[in-house]
């Protein structure tokens, strides 16, 4: 899909674009990205941002000696995010909003909502949606990480056709183009196997966070929803107006033909399982055709602590992850159904209760 069909885009914009000289933010960068974003709404395209750069933005302000500890990184994300937020504003004649998330937030379905909800009305009212990470509030229980993964759990949450994550390379080479001058660029990438995450390192800038790892990450869980992702270079306005031309400036990773439906896909790859059911290894129900067949006489073990409604992994006891499923269960009901001896008791309480997972809220794993 190119610049003719989109409807709605994520644009990520990589650290080193935000403040590339590690002085505060510098809108060096940001105007054509920004004149991209105006060119793209005067054509109809919605669009939403996905900043990073607050701790980039914000170090200057900070005395640096040696490692910078956990706190001194919040108060620099804390200070770099206003400033972050007022130099894009500064670059638009139209309002901006600032939505900041961490994962506690998207792996809530409620909350999630309410975030997709928040991101839709400001699209309606022409207003700008600038999202980042919440570092402030982040533990490491809670938080996604890096802006990569970010986008893509985004971009499903807007329902968007397209993300293009701007970087500071021209896109993913065979090997890191920093450390091996004969690096190949890949145009295309049809199928995101282990030979593709191989070919990926971190980050080698001062600024990046996750290096095209994190990105490739974020393109599997995009084109699994169907969104066309792109890694392109920011530095240059080369790449807008290619995109622009409808043609492919850097790496174009292909969409899956058959999308996972939205909240198959939010509990694949934004929710985190609160728990596990662990079922026989001789277990071989197929549970997408009939989910009900899974009853508590096959549960070996109820690991964790959740509640009716929460995402729960499904695994046999040798470890093979089956599925990913909401839970018509909580973990105490489950286990004490699971434990009885009497199990024509537990059958009865079960064909009372109903089935543990229905059939449409059950996400197959591949291993
Ligand atoms: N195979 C690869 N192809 C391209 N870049 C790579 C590769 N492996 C590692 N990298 C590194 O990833 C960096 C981009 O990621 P990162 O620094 O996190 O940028 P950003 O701030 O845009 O997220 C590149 O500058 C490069 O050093
Ligand atoms: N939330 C962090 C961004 C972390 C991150 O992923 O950075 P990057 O690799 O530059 O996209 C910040 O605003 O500094």
């Known amino acids: 899909m190119s610049v003719a069909n989109w409807k709605r885009i994520v644009i990520k914009v990589g650290s080193a674009l935000i403040a590339p000289n590690q002085n505060g933010c510098s809108s060096h960068y940001l105007l054509g990205i920004a004149q991209f974003i105006v060119k793209c709404r005067t054509m109809g395209i919605e669009v939403v941002l996905v900043s990073s750069g607050s701790v980039a933005a914000g170090s200057h302000l900070f005395e640096q000696e040696g490692e910078i500890n956990m706190a001194t990184k919040k108060a620099m994300a804390a200070a770099g995010q206003s400033e972050m ?137 995009a084109v699994a929803h169907g969104i066309d992702t792109y890694i392109i270079n920011g530095f240059t306005e080369q790449s807008f107006n290619s995109l622009m031309s409808g043609n492919n400036p850097g790496t174009h990773f292909s969409p899956d033909k058959q999308p996972m439906q939205e909240h198959l896909h939010w509990m694949t790859h934004t929710s985190t399982a609160q728990g596990e059911v662990v079922v026989d290894n001789a277990f071989t129900a197929e549970l997408d055709d009939d989910s009900e067949q899974l009853t508590s006489e096959e549960i070996v073990a109820v690991n964790g602590d959740f509640a009716v409604g929460d995402t729960i992994l499904v695994r046999k006891d040798d470890g093979t992850k089956l599925a990913k499923a909401k839970s018509n269960y909580s973990s105490c009901l489950l286990s004490f159904i699971a434990d009885q001896d009497d199990k024509a008791f537990a059958s009865k309480l079960q064909n009372t209760t109903g089935p543990i997972i229905s059939d449409n809220n059950i996400a197959l794993l591949e291993e």
């Not at 990470?133 to 802006?147: H, I, P, S, Y």
């Not at 807007?158 to 920093?178: E, F």
């Open 85 to 221: 937020m007022a130099t894009w504003d500064r670059l638009f004649d139209f309002p901006t909003a600032q939505i900041l998330v961490t994962h506690g937030d998207l792996r809530d379905r409620e909350r999630y909502v309410s975030i997709k909800e928040t991101i839709f009305s400001l699209l309606d009212n022409g207003i700008l949606p600038i999202l980042n990470e919440n570092d402030t509030v982040t533990t490491d229980k809670l938080k996604v990480g890096d802006n990569d993964n970010l986008s893509a759990m985004i971009s499903t949450a807007a329902d968007a056709d397209t993300l293009i994550i701007c970087s500071d390379v021209d896109g993913l080479y065979d090997s890191n183009p920093h450390e091996n001058p004969e690096a190949k660029l890949l145009s295309v990438v049809n199928d995101i196997n282990p030979q593709i995450y191989a070919m990926a390192g971190g980050a080698t800038s001062a600024v990046g966070t996750g290096g095209m790892k994190t990105k490739i990450q974020a393109a599997e869980k």
